[in-house]
């Protein structure tokens, strides 16, 4: 007798199917198979990144399939507007627009636009006039789709304002996108959106117009329990809002915010500090700190705070941020890049107060160093962070590395480093290397200048692995080179390899 697969089991089990084609299979089994499978698959074409065009004009065709699920007044509306809605008979077989938890607004806006195109075929794209029309059309079917999945569908848990086609027709959507940023400010004041959007659980947005402020004002009254957030602050209008949709928020946990570098973020520090009992994980990119004023109380622990992310940011040697930097007792990944503006104060006591305070919980950190500064953060390192298991270091010094192996790291499983030098003799850096290889070791990644390799023989490569790999067969010994083209090896440094059994990847730059 054949074994029945519970319902709830195979929902669980066609959830993780990553293959499209494979649910397209799965309706074809039996009516159960079917009726689980149709919302999984529905929940793709607004819910999935595309990263190539003509993945995403075949999934335009779904436009057809929202059409004729929509009511007579609706169709109506469109007909009179211009649309044949001949390819799209009304009472479809399932509620599609029910299905839709995850909206990509880009992904909406470019099907439309596509589906747009090619019901009218006729159209002049040179006539300022069809134009016009083509583009009001457009406008009008976005507006009743919204409408559409608003009324059906029961909730919305991720909502992404952002564009992702990585090629060059990207500037063509992303102005598609702008001009629809007022229809999109408007969702929600659309008849039953607060319900639809009040389980967000993850909100995306890059748009820079202001006509999408409106849509931020909203969010603010209606969504509390948002977990994820990645926000661009792209205007003045949006460093206001947005540092007030972060501080509503009751269990908001990851936190990515992108700014420029003249918008003035002290509130968005404020909010930052709001979350300090639920945040996991903070990134912040070209984030303006410089005016950030030191709070006259201290600031209490981000007693769940396990990853910091900075990139490129300033005012991070302010008095102020010393102050937050004290505050990250549970940190266990710290990566941090500093700008390439020169003018830009490099933070070495935030980055030591960080290390300092999150002692042996750090486990993962990522240092874009500067050859100029002192040896002070690198000795923080050594002193604090004896549980570390992977270590990244850029622009060091031949004796820096060397203290870093010396300092029996007995938990290091990958140590990737570069020391800033163009033409370097790695001979001697090799065999002192070798000396004290932590036991842990698996993964060595050398980042070479961006001009000259690095020189180094067979035989110090040899007395290397002779002290990282104890006995001939490197088993999990995995060493990386990300060197200029020039980079190449000779036959004797690869017979070296072989006899040792190490894994040697090289990487262009």
Known sequence: MATKISTEILIMILNNVQSTQDLYSSLLVNRIWCKVT?????????????????????????????????DTQARNLLIQNGFDLSSSPPQATFDYPSFTHKLIIVNLVNFVSVYSSKINPQQIIGSDQNNIKKNNESRLLFSEICRLIINRCTFLDSFKMTGTISN????????????????????LKLPGAPEVFKKLESFTS??????????????????????????????????????????????????????????????????????????????????NLNRVEENSSPIDQFISLQEL?????????????????????????????????????????????IIETSNTNLRNIYLDLYPTITFDTNWAILNH???????????????????????????????????????????????????????????????????????????????????????????????IVIGPRLFTLSDEHFKVIEEYGVQFDIEEL
């Open 206 to 287: 890059t748009i820079e117009n202001d006509d999408i402020c409106p849509l931020y004002e909203s969010l603010i009254s209606i969504c509390d329990n948002i977990l994820n957030m990645d926000l661009s602050l792209n205007s003045y209008s949006q460093v206001q809002l947005l540092p007030k949709l972060i501080s509503v928020q009751k269990r908001l946990e990851n936190l990515s915010i992108a700014g420029k570098s003249y918008l003035d973020c002290n509130s968005l520090f404020r909010a930052i500090i709001s979350q300090k009992e639920t945040l996991k994980s903070l990134r912040l990119y070209s984030v």
């Open 309 to 353: 992310y900075i990139v490129e940011c300033s005012g991070l040697h302010k008095s102020g941020c010393l102050f937050l930097a004290s505050s990250f007792t549970q940190l266990s990944s710290f990566h941090y890049f500093h700008s390439e503006d020169v003018a830009q104060k490099y933070p070495q006591e935030f980055i030591i107060k």
């Open 38 to 70: 149709m919302p999984i698959l529905w929940e793709l074409p607004l819910g999935q990144e595309y990263r190539r065009v003509e993945k995403l004009r075949n999934k335009a065709l779904c436009i057809r399939t929202y059409i004729s699920c929509m």
């Open 385 to 479: 962070c004896t549980k570390i298991t992977e270590l990244t270091l850029l622009n060091l010094r031949p004796e820096q590395v060397i203290a870093i192996f010396n300092n029996n790291f007995d938990e290091l499983r990958r140590f990737s480093f570069g020391c800033g030098i163009e033409m370097f003799h790695a001979d001697g850096l090799f065999c002192q290397m070798a000396e004290n290889v932590p036991e842990s070791l698996e993964t060595i990644e050398i980042i070479m200048g961006y001009e000259n390799p690095w020189i180094f023989s067979a035989s110090s490569l040899r007395k290397f692995f002779e002290g990282w790999c104890c006995e001939r067969g490197g088993g999990n010994k995995n060493i």
């Open 168 to 187: 060059n027709f990207y500037e063509i959507y992303y102005k598609n996108l702008c001009n629809y940023s007022d229809l999109i400010g408007s969702i």
